[in-house]
């Protein structure tokens, strides 16, 4: 059971990274559909490995800035993910 559970964190890590690396690609068109996949490619990189989000929010601090802002904005659900990487950079 652990074995699977690993395997589909690495998965979904392995979809979020995707999902961003194909973002950064489709922001440059007309229509910047890309924000979407890199939104999502974010919140799914925060749901599997809190603590990784957390050294992204150091090293870019205007992404933890905008992050911030989004967690008033968001559902409680979806707000608790952000929360949990913002208490990563904290330890």
Known sequence: ML???????FL????????????VIAAVTPIPFGLI???IGFFLLTAVSP???GRIRRR????DRR???LDAK???WLARHLRK???AKET
């Open 51 to 53: 603590s990784l989000m």
């Open 12 to 23: 979904i890590f392995l979809f979020a990274v995707i999902l961003i690396i194909f973002g």
């Open 85 to 87: 990487s913002d208490a």
């Open 37 to 39: 996949f890199i939104a």
């Open 60 to 63: 870019w601090p205007w992404l």
């Open 67 to 69: 992050l911030k802002m």
């Open 3 to 9: 074995i699977l559970r690993a395997i589909l964190k």
């Open 74 to 76: 968001l559902p409680r």
